[in-house]
């Protein structure tokens, strides 16, 4: 089973919205089995809150549903994760802090699995969901693509078995 935390400030928009988004994108290919899939914050300012609900719309006007509650990411949830995906270069700079740098080969932006890198915006800022959906669609894709190559073989074996 491969492990995915998915990371950002608060845990309420963007990192809540990839963990939806990617289960949906395993969800369709049939490997449920083979991921367990997350997302936490590096903050602890939205601990126990539900997704914000204009996240949550964009989500359900592309026919995602799903729920989640912030939590705080965790040394030891890092460190015990395949991959640690975080949405901008402040989430990568928190994340490597938290684990003084040790599990710098597992953390990767998003989007760095791209055709065109770049931080996914924080539309609690810029209020534009639908670009942020967008750039984590297009992120996730990429990222599931790349453990397919990487990984294709082991994928799916639980539902063959």
Known sequence: MISVIFVC????????????????MV???????????????TSDEEEGN????????????????????SRQLTKREVINADYVLVMDSGNLFDVLRLTGGAC????????????????????????DFERAFSDISDGCAGFLNYVLSEHGEMLGYDSRY
């Open 50 to 69: 539900s997704v914000y609900p204009p996240a949550m719309k964009i989500l359900r006007a592309h026919g995602i549903e799903g729920g989640h509650i």
């Open 9 to 24: 400030l608060g845990n309420i928009c963007r990192s809540p919205m990839a963990e939806l988004v990617f289960k949906q």
């Open 27 to 41: 969800k369709e290919r049939g490997l449920e089995l083979s991921f367990s899939i997350s997302s936490r914050a």
């Open 104 to 127: 710098s080969d597992k953390v990767f932006k998003l989007c760095s699995f791209t055709s065109r890198p770049r931080d996914v915006a924080d539309p609690w800022y810029t209020r």
